[in-house]
């Protein structure tokens, strides 16, 4: 069976980094990739990227580059989202989920399953 | 971005009563549609794909049709756990984009 576990809840100052981890087993992580999708408190999902687990090529969306960087470790079939100068609005639950490469740097964007989330509160 | 927008916002249905949720991209996404289905406190689980398409082992009274910008996603029987909200997402075009999310309640 799928699954994939994340890091639990971080506090955050503004301006601070945060790294979440995204722990996967049930499948070959070299076969699929990680997409990352936050959702602020109360409202809708927000896709933020994704890396391909087999090349870790990534594609991220415009609003976070340059803020964000996605990695993957193959050894512990691990993902890492890095969110760097937080503010106030980052505040979010963090999700990763698997989602099959439609090339090697192209997601098919068809996310399933998903891990637990993680909250990330960026507060003063 | 490809903007998708859901309707309505809410709903609230007997159970047993048919529920119709629908979705409309602000462009041609051809059948490039999922829908998820998101339960208070956990993480959005994958419905359908394709627009069309049960995922293995959903239930066979969630469906959905569509294609070009207009989709549909029904669920033919309400029952207590569908209590949730229902995200549609476009993946034509990266980024995928998703509407904003129906929430079904019993009434």
């Known amino acids: 069976q799928v699954h994939l576990v994340q890091s639990g809840a971080e506090m955050k100052k503004p301006g601070a980094s945060v790294k979440v981890s995204c722990k996967t087993s049930?499948?070959?992580?070299?076969?699929?990739?990680i997409t990352w999708v936050r959702q602020a408190p109360g409202q809708g999902l927000e896709w933020m990227g994704w890396?391909?687990?087999?090349?870790?090529?990534?594609n991220y969306v415009q609003k976070f580059k340059g803020r964000v960087t996605m990695t993957t470790d193959t050894s512990t079939s691990t993902a890492y989202m890095e969110l760097r100068s937080l503010r106030f609005d980052d505040t979010a639950v963090y999700y990763c989920?698997?989602?099959?490469?439609?090339?090697?740097?192209?997601?098919?964007?068809?996310?399933?399953?998903w891990g637990q989330g993680t909250l990330v509160t960026v507060s003063s | 971005d490809i903007q998708m927008t859901q309707s309505p916002s809410s709903l609230s249905a007997s159970v047993g009563d048919r529920v119709t949720i629908s979705c409309q991209a602000s462009?041609?996404?051809?059948?490039?549609l999922n829908w998820y289905q998101q339960k208070p406190g956990k993480a959005p689980k994958l419905l359908i794909y394709?627009?069309?398409n049960l995922e293995t082992g959903v239930p066979s009274r969630f469906s959905g049709s569509g294609s070009g910008t207009d989709f549909t996603f029904t669920i033919s029987s309400l029952q207590p756990e569908d209590i949730a909200t229902y995200y549609c997402?476009?993946?034509?075009?990266?980024?995928?984009?998703f509407g904003q999310g129906t929430k079904v309640e019993i009434k």
């Open positions: 989920a698997r989602d099959p490469p439609g090339s090697s740097s192209l997601p098919v964007a068809r996310f399933d399953p």
């Open positions: 049930g499948y070959t992580f070299t076969n699929y990739g």
């Open positions: 890396i391909n687990g087999y090349n870790a090529k990534t």
């Open positions: 462009q041609d996404i051809n059948n490039y």
């Open positions: 394709g627009a069309s």
């Open positions: 997402q476009q993946y034509d075009n990266l980024p995928p984009t």
